[in-house]
């Protein structure tokens, strides 16, 4: 047998065996070897007389009586019970099988031939309550054990492992048994002393144990090896890429900082920056002076102020002489910024324009124009600015808002607009420090962890009925204040869940809130019509807006003090605290209500979240905990799938051990010169497109 032998070679395996395994993708001894099980259940070794309805519990005793019967009135099913005894009590297992083949003679005569009474045996299951005879063990796993295995059975541990329709734990349990014969065929990629020197388990004895750990400890040991392997690989091409960039390229957009620009526009804010906002702004004059293009990102809380920031880096660029492009994600923050940024440029006499997917032919003409003379200065837009026909004189910087929602192409699309650009993006979905390096393993990490000062808490609640949403809502108007409500339109596109927003909309215009101006805002309107929405909101017009998460990023107005969300429980967390930050933004107590439609006390639970904490990087914690990172970040940005052991959040200490030996591993062999099989096992893992770097 060899690794790359097909699994159909494998003693054992039935055609239509072999034939479900590969539904789980599975066609080499390989694969099955590494194929790690999701989950495991543990079994506690007990007497009878321990038992109790829930536990996992493994059982050693006699086998006092076997029994098959068919039930008259469903003639296919077969159920099996065995009678175990110990000396202190007894117990039914319950097996059930539901096919004819279970009906016949030889398989029954089978059956009284191997649970004979008096034989000893191994029971691992479940313990449930059966209505017919009290406790049972129901579907467990049955084991005919000698005497001396009697005494040595301690706790077991069986895997549970990833699985489709139609396909068995039992089947995979079976293959992997026999594929771990071949185990001792795989070389091991990390060297004996980086082994050592991290108290990590050598690859085989990992292979082995993960699949059938003898015990907790050994199964710790396995999974730390094989986590770590996942870790360090990942690193391992993220130093390699970086370390490409840096030697590869040289900035060559020369930034100089002092200037009246970046003066004068200090001068004509309001405030005064946060220091959260001053040692961010240093981190990226430092990036964008230095030999090589920034390529950093921005974490900070909703409201944490970031666009000052993005406008002090846009203004060093086009003092040094240079164009800026700064894309968002939707055409209703592409249009905020805009209209924020040119009142500031105004002043400034700095020119800015902004191209979304339906800004006008002439327009668009006049800006493609004015952008390859160079006439023009900053650039604000949505996807629009990736089109072909936009090229720039001299583009200097990129900055991307709400970065997690640009695919890893698209990114790179607009840094192709110019000539090594520094890039700045920003998100508003702070995840903890480690795994950003590892999600983003090219990119520095910023946070603006300070919000300005005077923000004010704005009151969360979650409820279950809409009645004291309205009243507040109610009342809050009549005081002069706005008020949102948001609709669980989750996906824009779908045209069913927009008629039902539609509905709601007349609904709470014409029978809720009669006496008010009630507006709607959703993505699929044109972008005048959502202009239109938004502006009558703002100048107070609409006392209530509608809307669908379209308001999720960036929407800010002052005079908004109640947002509502419908069917929160449908939203994740970081999304929801987002929402939240529409309002509270200016000097008015302000209220967030969520309204839970779902029964489940999860839901609740993760809610109420939000009620005891406003602050973003906890939040999305959170959120990545409860909903995993996949979900979370959508991981379009990096292009890594799913880790198969690693748990992010939980695996910190061995994420930085990792990384810390993949970058002595490169600073002595910058090519991994002498090291053959890492090379090769960074290629089975897909992890060696050095050449295409981010940036
Ligand atoms: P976000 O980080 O969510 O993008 P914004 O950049 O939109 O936040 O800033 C939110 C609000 O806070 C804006 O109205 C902005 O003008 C204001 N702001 C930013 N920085 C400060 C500061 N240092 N002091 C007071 N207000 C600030
Ligand atoms: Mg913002």
């Not at 070794?45 to 050693?60: A, H």
């Not at 040692?279 to 990036?287: A, G, K, L, P, S």
């Not at 108007?477 to 039902?500: C, F, H, M, N, T």
Request: with cysteine; charged share 25%.
């Amino acid at each position: 047998m060899k690794l790359h032998s097909p699994i159909c070679d494998l003693p054992g395996l039935s055609p239509s065996n072999y034939k479900m395994l590969e539904r789980l993708g599975l066609t080499t001894v390989r694969d099955l070897l590494l194929y790690f099980p999701r989950d495991y259940i543990k079994y506690r070794r007990v007497k009878i007389y321990q038992l109790k309805v829930g536990d996992s519990v493994t059982v050693v005793g006699k086998i006092q009586h076997q029994e098959v019967f068919s039930p008259p009135k469903n003639s296919r099913l077969t159920i099996q019970t065995i009678i175990v005894k110990d000396k202190t009590g007894k117990i039914a297992c319950k097996r059930f099988f539901n096919h004819p083949y279970y009906q016949s003679k030889k398989w029954r005569n089978e059956q009284a031939a191997t649970y004979v009474a008096g034989g000893i045996v191994a029971i691992s299951g479940i313990v449930k309550a059966d209505r017919y005879c009290g406790m049972t063990l129901t579907s467990p796993e049955i084991r005919l054990i000698g005497l001396d295995e009697a005494k040595d059975t301690k706790n077991s541990i069986t895997p549970i492992y990833p699985l489709t329709k139609g396909v068995s734990n039992e089947i995979v349990q079976d293959a992997v048994t026999s594929a771990l014969e071949s185990a001792k065929l795989l070389n091991d990629s990390l060297p004996q002393d980086l082994r050592r020197k991290c108290g990590l388990m050598d690859l085989q004895e990992a292979i082995a144990n993960i699949h059938q750990p003898p015990d907790e400890t050994q199964l710790e040991a396995a999974r730390r090896r094989l986590v770590f392997d996942e870790f360090f690989y990942l690193q391992l091409s993220f130093i390699i890429v970086r370390r490409h960039r840096l030697l590869a390229r040289s900035a060559l957009t020369k930034i100089t900082p002092a200037g009246p620009l970046i003066q004068q526009f200090y001068s004509q804010l309001p405030f005064s920056l946060t220091s959260a906002q001053r040692r961010v702004i240093n981190d990226i004059v430092n990036d964008m002076t230095s030999k090589t293009p920034m390529n950093r990102l921005v974490q900070g809380d909703v409201g944490s102020g970031k666009t000052v920031v993005a406008v002090v880096a846009i203004l060093a660029a086009i003092q040094s002489g240079y164009q800026a492009a700064l894309m968002a994600p939707t055409e209703v923050l592409a249009q905020q910024h805009h209209r924020k940024i040119a009142t500031w440029f105004e002043r400034l006499g700095v020119s800015v324009q902004l191209l979304t997917g339906s800004t006008k032919t002439a327009k668009r003409r006049e800006i493609h124009a004015q952008l390859e003379t160079g006439e023009l200065s900053l650039l604000v837009g949505t996807h629009a600015l990736l089109q072909e026909k936009v090229n720039f004189n001299k583009l200097g910087l990129v900055v991307i808002d709400e970065q997690h929602r640009f695919g890893v192409q698209q990114r790179q699309d607009l840094l192709n607009k110019g000539n090594r650009p520094h890039v700045l993006t920003m998100t508003a979905t702070p995840i903890p420090r480690t795994l950003a390096l590892t999600l983003h393993g090219d990119l520095d990490v910023s946070q603006i962890d300070e919000l300005p000062p005077g923000r004010q808490k704005i009151h969360t609640k979650v409820l279950n009925k809409s009645a004291s949403a309205y009243d507040l809502i109610r009342l809050e108007v009549l005081r002069g204040r706005q008020a949102y409500i948001i609709l669980p339109l989750v996906e824009e596109s779908e045209k069913l869940d927009l008629r039902a927003a539609v509905a709601e909309y007349d609904r709470l215009s014409t029978e809720i809130f009669p006496e008010f101006s009630v507006g709607l805002l959703h993505g699929r309107m044109t972008s005048a019509e959502k202009d239109e929405a938004l502006n009558s909101f703002r100048d107070n017009k609409t006392q209530i807006l509608v809307s669908t998460t379209v308001v999720e990023v960036g929407v800010d107005v002052p005079n908004a003090t109640v947002i509502l969300i419908d069917h929160a429980d449908r939203f994740g967390l970081a999304q929801l605290h987002q929402l939240r930050g529409r309002v509270g933004r200016g000097s008015h107590r302000s209220y967030c209500l969520l309204l839970n439609t779902s029964k489940a006390t999860e839901a609740k639970a993760r809610l109420e979240v939000l009620e005891k904490s406003s602050n973003g990087f906890f939040i999305s914690e959170m959120d990545l905990r409860l909903r995993g990172p996949g979900v979370v970040l959508g991981y379009r940005q990096s292009g890594i799938s799913e880790f198969a052991l690693a748990n992010i959040l939980d695996d910190e200490g061995l994420l930085n051990l990792a990384r810390e030996m993949a970058v002595a591993i490169v600073k002595s062999n910058p090519n991994l010169e002498g090291h053959p099989l890492m090379v090769a096992e960074l290629k089975r893992r897909g992890l060696t497109s050095w050449d295409c770097t981010l940036n």
